[in-house]
């Protein structure tokens, strides 16, 4: 098992570009989400899923846009990119319990010029 | 909202003890979380311990859990240099919800 799996690794964008990150898992998993890690303010969460077709916003949504199209994909939109996006972006899943056992990917370091 | 803190560096000598220390203020948390993340990758779940529980132990790593004070800590025996990483508390409420602290930056010198 690949287990979860980001695409691209490292992305640089100039201001007001568009990109999609995508995020794979191979664990069957219900719950996907993505994060954003700056440095001195650990993860937030930008937007998660709970099944295939559903999307709900998280802490800090502004500026981004998701798509669960299918179980295993969870893609992450930026449509005007910004210099305060730059960041490192971590997708996760996990099965339906009330444990957050959440698996990681490897993360996409973005920065946007 | 919900809080997690974190102090955000630690040094230890290897072979030492190493205790890492986390306050939450939501006292509704129903599971509480240790993360550690190497360099150059994401976070990989250490352990985690049930609220109503005060002590876990597993192999290195000891968590305490004191409810009354809000306050996690993760103990891990014999530091290794291998351990050197961040180390990220967090808490749970429910299905939907989960809040990651800061994160410790663990040294650990030879």
């Known amino acids: 098992n690949a287990g979860v799996t980001q695409t691209p690794k490292f992305r640089v964008l100039k201001t007001g570009q568009s990109m999609t990150l995508l995020c794979a898992q191979d664990?069957?998993?219900?719950?996907m989400y993505w994060y954003r890690q700056d440095p001195g303010m650990g993860l937030r969460l930008i937007h998660y899923?709970?099944?295939?077709?559903?999307?709900a916003k998280g802490e800090v949504p502004d500026g981004y846009n998701v798509s669960r199209l299918k179980k295993q994909n969870f893609l992450l939109g930026l449509e005007s990119a910004a210099p305060s996006q730059t960041s490192v972006y971590f997708c996760?899943?996990?099965?339906?319990?009330?444990?957050?056992?959440?698996?990681f990917g490897p993360g996409t370091r973005l920065t946007v010029t | 909202g919900e809080d997690v803190e974190q102090s955000l560096f630690l040094s230890v000598r290897e072979g030492d003890s190493s205790v890492i220390n986390c306050t939450y203020t939501d006292s509704s948390s129903t599971y509480l979380y240790w993360y550690k993340q190497e360099p150059g990758a994401g976070l990989q779940l250490l352990t985690y311990?049930?609220?109503?529980?005060d002590m876990k132990q597993d192999q290195r790593l000891t968590v305490l859990l004191n409810k009354k004070d809000k306050h996690l800590s993760l103990r891990i025996a014999d530091t290794q240099t291998g351990d050197s990483a961040i180390y990220f508390c967090?808490?749970?409420?429910?299905?939907?919800?989960?809040?990651f602290g800061t994160g410790t930056k663990l040294q650990v010198i030879p």
């Open positions: 967090a808490e749970s409420e429910g299905y939907q919800k989960v809040t």
């Open positions: 664990m069957n998993h219900e719950y």
């Open positions: 311990i049930f609220s109503n529980m």
């Open positions: 996760a899943s996990r099965p339906p319990s009330l444990v957050y056992e959440q698996y």
């Open positions: 899923s709970v099944g295939e077709g559903t999307t």
